[in-house]
């Protein structure tokens, strides 16, 4: 089995590599802020920083996450709440319905910073 002999060969394929990985993550990671951007808008939160908006989407696109977002949101947090009350029924559904949006911003919040850890600095 022969073996590379060249060091510089497989350095630049690793910074390739690296490089493309970065570029895909950095992407996803753009568009993961500005759901979470969007979804705080819609819920009216701001126990996070705002992130920003991805510049390379179009207005038709941005339109469309906003509406998924808002469309899920609305969908599902009716049940949620009624669920929670039932398991605390000493808790009002106003007071429900808050700790749940912020648990639904923390973990996009979580998502963000944990695809920004992905990102490999060194070729920045």
Same mark, same amino acid.
């Given at each position: 089995m022969a073996k590379n002999t060249n060091p510089f060969e497989s350095? @630049?394929?690793?910074r390739a590599y690296v490089k493309q990985k970065n570029a895909?993550? $950095?992407?996803?990671?753009?568009?993961?802020?500005?759901?979470?951007?969007?979804?705080?808008?819609?819920v009216g939160s701001n126990i996070v920083p705002l992130p920003p908006?991805?510049?390379?989407?179009?207005?038709k696109d941005k339109h469309d996450i906003k509406q998924g977002? @808002?469309?899920e949101y609305n969908k599902n947090i009716h049940k949620l709440v009624?669920? $929670?009350?039932?398991?605390t029924p000493h808790c009002t559904s106003n007071q429900i319905r808050l700790e749940i949006t912020n648990g639904m911003v923390y973990y996009m919040f979580y998502y963000v910073m944990r695809l920004q850890s992905q990102i490999d600095p060194s070729l920045l």
């Open positions: 350095e @630049a394929f690793e895909q993550l $950095e992407h996803d990671l753009i568009l993961a802020q500005t759901k979470l951007r969007y979804l705080m808008e819609h908006e991805a510049s390379f989407l179009s207005e977002i @808002a469309k009624a669920d $929670e009350q039932k398991k």
